[in-house]
């Protein structure tokens, strides 16, 4: 009885402190950023404002508290299904998306 509570501490213990990452490859996601994301969110996802103009849409930079408190479900949602203004972007499968949302919690300020 002893070692089976053990066991559960143990556990809770372990989930309690794995950090709250996507399981994704930041540098992986970095480069995907670059390619896909940073023509219109900047290097730095900092945003773009002629576009934001453009489109009459506010970008608020990827690193910001209101962007970072979003899930990672939700910053992957984004990306594979489009959000607001923002259509989905092509060629990117569900491992991609974990990767570039590892890389985005990389951004936080
Ligand atoms: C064609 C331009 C374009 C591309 C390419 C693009 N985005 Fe966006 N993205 C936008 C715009 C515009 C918005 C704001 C949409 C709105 O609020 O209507 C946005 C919004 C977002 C948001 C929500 C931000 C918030 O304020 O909640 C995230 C997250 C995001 N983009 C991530 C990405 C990632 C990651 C990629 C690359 C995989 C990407 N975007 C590619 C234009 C783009």
Redesign the pocket.
């Known amino acids: 009885m002893k070692s089976a509570l053990t066991i559960i501490s143990i556990s809770a213990i372990l989930s309690w402190t794995t950090p709250a990452f996507a399981a994704g490859d930041a540098a992986a996601g970095k480069q995907?950023?670059s390619t896909?994301?940073a023509?219109?969110?900047g290097v730095a996802g900092e945003g773009k404002d002629t576009?934001?103009k453009m489109?009459k849409?506010?970008?608020?930079p990827?690193g910001s508290k209101?962007?970072q408190s979003?899930s990672d479900a939700d910053?992957k949602k984004?990306?594979l299904e489009g959000?607001?203004?923002?259509?989905a972007?092509a060629g990117?499968d569900a491992k991609t998306g974990d990767d570039?949302v590892t890389y985005?919690r990389t951004l936080k300020q």
């Open positions: 995907t950023f896909k994301c023509g219109c969110h576009l934001a489109l849409v506010e970008m608020r990827l209101e962007v979003q910053l984004v990306i959000r607001g203004k923002m259509k972007v990117i570039v985005l």
